[in-house]
């Protein structure tokens, strides 16, 4: 549509832009362009103006839109997804001080009508999102972006109550049920906990000191718990100042990758990863700093781990790096009453640590450990390269069966080296119940300025050794003197690291 033009053409030109008309003065008085400026050169004159303002009117457009953002993220995930959403959708603040817990739950519980229409995912952008406990979905991605922050809250009414596990009979903290962890699912399959390495803060410190000063009412919650559930990936994530444990998939099959795990070193129970009764678990590429064991496999507590009776099988543990003053980079138990079966780490370095592995068990706990592979492990400023004990004796009640021994068997470690170690091994085996098959090749132990007189504490074991140094003690003979023998180290490949990912991209758009 046309604009109207001015009664007096020498004086003005009338024209359409994206507002309405604009009237625009242009003298032609003088003679300056006089009779000579034709109809069409005055079209001419009006087209150039208006696109003029359409780019003014579109730059300015822009300028006002900036308050709004937009990235593109590319990842590996075992499974990409059709439908996206996020938090800012569902009514959430990244403030810091509001809190999320019922955007969480409301966007969740939207985007898994998405299950079965190639999944979903929520989209956490950055600030400071305070929560409470929320529920997984199936077919699902939970994705941070670098700059965003899941801030615990420490307002106990936003952490429902749930049942103790049955294979352990009772809380870790006290009798009867836990707190449900800050990111928590059961019975999944299919979902993706990952990011850009946003980050996840427990909060831990209120929770740590109603611990010591035995206030607590239930169990301390821990970041992320997955129960029953398969196909579950957790990735390029940093998590800090857990209440308790960090990353515990129980009775589940998890890949744990590319993980930052941050705690105090004296914080209590702040266990890195803590694969429980699981089969067919991969956890590589991670950094952990801990108050507690770094990777600690476990599978039920006693008597509820016996009549429970699922092992923890097939885990693979790779290139792993671990401070942890207090306990072990990697301990194996010390509940392990569902028994622990086929363990392969390879590419560890320890730092500054207790133990670089730790079998813990008791009598009581009966179940086993067996067929426990180690390799290419290098250990810095150690107290023990090598602990096994079989008098770890806490247990949930008074009901445990005290005839119920732990079966330890084929336990193999070879390829290390470790530096300034104040002591090799202590190596305690349960009076009756010898550990049997223990076998440690090709392994150079240099000690601190102030070692231990005595080197290795062996009692109740059997096993070979074949170069290792300080020389073992004689429940360990060497093999053959004249020559390295290597112990075991399988060569087949576990179903798990056939678990392939692909390439998923996401573009966010946020305020």
Same mark, same amino acid.
């Given at each position: ?234 990735? =390029?994530?940093?998590? &800090? @100042?857990?209440? #308790? ?9 998890? $890949? %744990?990758? *590319? ?9 209590? =129970?702040?266990?890195? &990863? @803590?694969?429980? #009764? ?9 950094? $952990? %700093?801990? *108050? ?13 781990? &016996? ?205």
């Amino acid at each position: 549509m046309s604009c109207p033009q001015a009664s007096n053409p020498d004086k003005s030109i009338v024209m359409r832009g994206p507002g309405g008309c604009f009237r625009l003065l242009i003298s032609l008085r003088n003679g300056r362009i006089g009779q000579a400026l034709s109809a069409v050169a005055r079209k001419v004159i009006c087209i150039i103006l208006l696109v003029g303002i359409i780019i003014s009117l579109n730059t300015n457009g822009v300028e006002s839109r900036k308050a709004r953002n937009s990235d593109w993220f590319e990842y590996s995930a075992i499974s990409c997804r059709a439908h996206s959403a996020s938090l800012e959708e569902f009514g959430g603040v990244g403030d810091g001080t509001t809190s999320n817990t019922k955007a969480f739950k409301a966007a969740i519980d939207h985007l898994s009508r998405f299950q079965s229409e190639g999944g979903s995912q929520l989209f956490v952008p950055p600030g400071k999102w305070l929560t409470g406990s929320f529920n997984l979905t199936s077919h699902f991605t939970l994705f941070l972006h670098k700059d965003a922050v899941l801030l615990a809250s420490q307002d106990e009414k936003e952490w429902p109550v749930i049942e103790p596990l049955p294979s352990y009979g009772r809380g870790r903290d006290t009798e009867g049920g836990r707190y449900s962890s800050l990111i928590f699912g059961t019975n999944l399959t299919d979902v993706v906990i990952t990011g850009d390495n946003g980050t996840i803060d427990g909060q831990g410190e209120p929770w740590w000191r109603k611990f010591r000063a035995g206030e607590l009412k239930y169990t301390r919650p821990y970041l992320i718990e997955i129960m029953h559930s398969q196909n579950i990936q957790i990735s =390029n994530l940093t998590l &800090i @100042n857990s209440p #308790s444990w960090n990353v515990h998939p129980v009775y589940s099959s998890v $890949i %744990v990758q *590319g993980i930052t795990i941050l705690a105090p070193v004296t914080s209590p =129970n702040t266990d890195g &990863i @803590n694969p429980d #009764s699981c089969t067919n678990t991969r956890i590589e590429d991670c950094y $952990i %700093v801990s *108050g507690d064991d770094c990777v600690a496999v476990k599978s039920g507590w006693d008597q509820y781990g &016996i009549a429970y009776g699922m092992p923890t099988k097939q885990l693979i543990i790779r290139r792993l790096t671990c401070i942890s003053p207090f306990s072990a980079v990697i301990a194996l138990g010390s509940e392990m009453s569902g028994g622990i079966q086929d363990v392969r780490a390879e590419d560890i370095t320890a730092i500054d640590s207790e133990s670089g592995v730790r079998i813990k068990t008791a009598v009581g706990r009966g179940g086993f450990v067996k067929d426990i592979y180690v390799r290419r492990m290098t250990m810095k400023t150690m107290k023990w390269a090598f602990w096994i004990t079989g008098s770890y004796g806490s247990h949930p009640d008074n009901n445990y069966d005290p005839h119920a021994l732990p079966e330890i068997q084929n336990i193999n470690y070879r390829d290390m080296v470790a530096e300034n170690v104040t002591m090799a091994a202590r190596l305690e085996g349960i009076a009756g119940d010898p550990f049997t098959g223990i076998c440690i090749s090709n392994v150079t132990i240099e000690l601190t300025n102030k070692p231990k007189k005595l080197q290795w504490n062996c009692t109740d074991i059997t096993g070979i050794s074949s170069g290792v140094t300080p020389k073992p003690c004689e429940l360990l003979p060497d093999h053959e003197p004249a020559q390295t023998t290597e112990c075991n180290f399988p060569d087949n490949r576990l179903p798990v690291e056939n678990m392939g990912v692909q390439m998923c991209s996401y573009k966010a758009n946020y305020l």
